[in-house]
């Protein structure tokens, strides 16, 4: 048993360390410079500590492996900015089996100073300890290196402002569209609880949250159907429904693309916290984003296909260079996005565009023609606060069926792995984020988390396949050519829940938590600031999310070809930990052809020892993966 300071960068904290080993010791025996004791040394008052240590001691009685049990405590009196914060930051982190935290969401922290804890004091401390951290994967001889390497851990994780002086006030936020199912939303209302926020979701009559005593009912204070079409009066029943509940709401919010400029008027309309509608209005208008680019003169925007005609007769249109890129205005996943190469593709694949959603509630029928660009192409996520970049991170979105150089029209530019970190140069990154950050100011956003997709013109990288498989590598004579960055989109919220999922893993940051807090307002600051703060020593592992494409048409017979890998393989299951199959058994594929869900499942796949490695093990499960049609 021994007790560690911390106190650089972070709130002044100890912690406390029981070493356990499953075999008979004296508790006379010193290793490490500690005193390692018998459970049965152990007196335990009654709390969530003891519980905790309790069932820790049953983890090591049945694994017969040694342990240690990691307890935390705060020397200064204040409030947990977020009351799980370590299980948040210790998600995946090696050798860490299990974490608990034993303070409520808002609940005072006790300042226990510093001291070495002997084996008669234990039951006075464990009371005060804000959470615990079971650790184990060591031999007892590397005991004292256990010890070094959690400390190293604890301050590369912890090194941030979690705690704060004043009390968390309970606040209260409206949540349009509660997502089609809780696998893509859990961590959203999980972080909402730690935070203190309550949730009152604003959905269509008969979603899987509306049951008062459903399973996943707890996640929100209370459901208000409403039907969330997006039509001429979306933002004025949300109006309605705001102003009948109950009791008042602090903030309101969507994750939807669709919805955000009418959430954003919503917001204007009841006096919430909210970035310009207009702003809102503009991101979700590829034509508008485009036109407000520096780059804007190389692109054409179409109100509708019947334009093209006379766009192809003008001046403007004899200066059109093949390749293009064809797209709706307005739109999502890629859907409906085509290369082409000349002009009787051009004609389709604008006639196409203009007509995805020309017969939608809130129809349109613009269209946007720009130039393909072939460097390489990035997700990036940008925090913004008061106009300033607080966080900002990169993932590299590996080449398309489009991007292939013999692609035809009908090869699309769905996503096939992102990988992060990225392997671009800093130099390009640094470029990528004072140019996404110059775009999202052009739109009227000052706060908000961004995601924005966009490509590096004359990069120094290109990819190419070595041995199967594919990545990134310099270029030779690239030197002095002056590099740019092309905007295809920016999406004002946090990227999708594969990659907010993704960062949370690999850096540490909740994008989910930073959007409820933004939608609270300046209040909300010191918050936003805290939780911006990625791992100090860089991502945990290096992670691939892999996208399983739909091969064949029909109906899947496989019941879960997901869950049927890892039988098969079930080493895997240790390096991937988020996976979901979308389509199990009686769902329709359409086949290679599929534009909107064009996907069977996606995993995310990590290495901690390089980004090849990383890379061999997806490629691994894409040529393991296997499903049967009826």
Not at 7 to 12: K, R
Not at 259 to 285: M, N
């Amino acid at each position: 048993m021994r007790s560690t300071e911390f106190s650089d960068g972070a709130p002044h904290y100890w912690v406390l360390d029981l070493a356990l080993q499953p075999t008979e010791v004296s508790t006379t025996s010193n290793h490490g410079g500690g005193e390692i004791l018998s459970p049965l040394d152990i007196e335990l008052p009654g709390c969530a500590c003891s519980s905790f240590i309790e069932n820790c001691i049953g983890a090591v009685t049945e694994t017969r492996k040694p342990a240690i049990i990691r307890l935390v405590f705060s020397c200064v009196r204040g409030y947990l900015i977020r009351n799980d914060f370590l299980v948040q930051r210790l998600e995946y982190c090696a050798g860490v089996e299990r974490v608990e935290t034993f303070i409520t969401p808002r609940s005072a922290v006790p300042n226990t100073p510093f001291q070495e804890v002997k084996s008669s004091q234990l039951s006075g401390v464990l009371s005060h300890a804000i959470g615990g951290l079971l650790v184990q994967g060591f031999e007892m001889r590397d005991l004292e290196a256990e010890y070094l390497r959690m400390n190293d851990e604890f301050g590369n994780r912890f090194s941030f402002q979690w705690l704060q002086a004043d009390p968390v006030a309970h606040r209260r936020i409206a949540w349009v569209q509660g997502r089609e199912n809780i696998g893509v939303s859990r961590r959203a209302y999980e972080a909402a609880q730690a935070l203190g926020v309550s949730i009152v979701m604003i959905e269509n009559p008969g979603h899987w949250l509306e049951d008062d005593h459903g399973p996943y009912a707890h996640f929100r204070e209370a459901f208000i159907p409403v039907s969330i079409n997006v039509d001429g009066g979306f933002t004025q029943r949300i109006v309605n429904a705001i102003r009948g509940y109950r009791y008042p709401v602090d903030g309101l919010m969507t994750i939807s693309d669709v919805r955000l400029p009418g959430v954003a008027k919503a917001c204007e309309i009841l006096g919430l916290p909210t970035s310009p509608s207009t702003a809102y209005q503009k991101a979700g208008d590829k034509a508008k984003t485009r036109m407000l680019e520096d780059d804007a003169h190389e692109s054409v925007s179409l109100s509708s296909a019947a334009e093209l005609s006379s766009l192809l007769e003008s001046e403007r249109g004899q200066q059109l260079s093949f390749p293009l890129v064809v797209k709706p205005a307005l739109g999502w996943n890629s859907d409906c996005v085509s290369k082409v190469m000349d002009r009787k593709e051009l004609a389709q694949a604008v006639r196409r565009a203009s007509e995805r959603h020309a017969d939608a509630a809130s129809p349109s029928t613009s269209v946007v023609i720009e130039p393909y660009v072939d460097g390489p192409e990035v997700d990036a996520n940008l925090v913004l606060l008061n106009g300033q970049v607080i966080y900002f991170e990169i993932e590299d979105d590996f080449p398309t069926r489009a991007d292939d150089p013999g692609a035809g029209m009908d090869d699309n530019f769905q996503e096939t792995q992102v990988v992060l970190p990225s392997a671009l140069p800093q130099e390009e990154i640094d470029l990528l984020c004072e140019s996404l950050h110059r775009s999202i100011l052009r739109q009227g956003f000052t706060s908000g988390v961004f995601h924005c997709e966009a490509r590096v013109r004359r990069s120094t990288m290109r990819y190419v396949d070595h041995d199967g498989i594919l990545d990134m590598e310099k270029k030779r004579n690239e030197v002095g050519k002056q590099r740019s960055i092309y905007l295809h989109e920016i999406n004002a919220r946090p990227p999708g829940y594969l990659e907010s999922a993704a960062v949370m893993l690999a850096h540490g940051v909740d994008y989910y938590a930073l959007r409820i807090l933004l939608c609270l307002g300046s209040i909300e600051s010191r918050r936003i600031q805290a939780l911006s703060k990625a791992f100090s020593n860089g991502p945990q592992f290096h992670l691939c999310i892999l996208i399983v494409p739909q091969t064949r048409a029909g109906v899947m017979k496989s019941e879960d070809a997901g869950a049927d890998l890892f039988r098969r393989h079930p080493e895997l299951r240790q390096h991937v930990p988020d996976y979901d199959t979308y389509l199990k058994r009686g769902d329709v594929l359409e086949g290679p052809s599929a534009r909107s869900l064009w996907w069977i499942a996606n995993f995310s796949v990590t290495s901690r020892i390089s980004r090849l490695d990383c890379l061999r093990r997806a490629q691994f499960i894409l040529k393991s993966f296997a499903y049967e049609l009826e």
